[in-house]
């Protein structure tokens, strides 16, 4: 019997997409997607669809 590897999970924190609300039932929003939720939004994409989120997109570095 085969396993499947972990998958690595998206860290949104780290996406451009990612942001906070000031809402207390739904403190974690996706711009890309555009919706809020209770949960990080890439839980809420993989346990929708099954999928990793596609709009990924990591934070620019800032300049020093």
């Given at each position: 019997?085969?396993?499947?590897?972990?998958?690595k999970?998206?860290?949104?924190?780290?996406?451009?997409?990612f942001?906070?609300?000031?809402?207390?039932?739904?403190?974690f929003?996706c711009?890309?997607?555009?919706?809020?939720?209770?949960?990080?939004?890439?839980q809420v994409?993989f346990?929708?669809?099954?999928?990793?989120c596609?709009?990924?997109q990591?934070k620019?570095?800032?300049?020093?």
């Amino acid at each position: 019997m085969s396993q499947l590897p972990p998958r690595k999970r998206l860290d949104c924190r780290q996406c451009a997409h990612f942001y906070v609300t000031w809402e207390k039932a739904m403190p974690f929003g996706c711009r890309g997607h555009g919706f809020k939720s209770a949960q990080i939004p890439s839980q809420v994409v993989f346990s929708s669809s099954g999928l990793d989120c596609l709009l990924f997109q990591p934070k620019p570095v800032p300049r020093r």
